[in-house]
Nanobody, 116 residues
Framework: QVQLVESGGGLVQPGGSLSLSCAAS????????MGWYRQAPGEQRELVGT???????YYSDSVKGRFTISRDNTKNTVNLQMNSLKPEDTAVYYC??????????WGQGTQVTVSS
C-alpha cells in the first residue's frame, strides 16, 4: 500500500518562501511522474508542477520562474521550493505520484497560506 506523506506547509508573508516535501512510503514501486497540485477554496484542483522519472519537468504558467520542483528517484521523494509567494498561491497543496502502470496516488494535502 502506497502512502504519500507531505510536510512543510504554513503561513508566509507575500514575497516569502516555503518548501514542501513529499515522501512515498510503504512500497518500493517506481513512479513515472511525481508532482504537486493545489486547490484553493471554491476552485478546482490545478496542476502546479510535475517531474518525470527521467527528469522532464513541467510547470504551470502561474508558478513558472518562482517554484522549483525536484525529486529523488531512489528515495521516492518529491519537493517543491516556492519563492516569491503571492496571496493567490494560497491553497491546499497535494502531492501526486503516478506509477508505471497508471495508478495515481495522492497525499493528504498541506495548507499554504500567503498573507500579511
Amino acid at each position: 500500500q502506497v502512502q504519500l506523506v507531505e510536510s512543510g506547509g504554513g503561513l508566509v508573508q507575500p514575497g516569502g518562501s516555503l518548501s514542501l516535501s513529499c515522501a512515498a512510503s510503504g512500497s518500493t514501486v517506481r513512479f513515472r511522474v511525481m508532482g504537486w497540485y493545489r486547490q484553493a477554496p471554491g476552485e478546482q484542483r490545478e496542476l502546479v508542477g510535475t517531474m518525470s522519472e527521467s527528469g522532464r519537468i513541467y510547470y504551470s504558467d502561474s508558478v513558472k520562474g518562482r517554484f522549483t520542483i525536484s525529486r529523488d528517484n531512489t528515495k521516492n521523494t518529491v519537493n517543491l521550493q516556492m519563492n516569491s509567494l503571492k496571496p493567490e498561491d494560497t491553497a491546499v497543496y497535494y502531492c501526486s505520484a503516478l506509477t508505471l502502470w497508471g495508478t495515481n496516488y495522492w497525499g493528504q494535502g498541506t495548507q499554504v497560506t500567503v498573507s500579511s
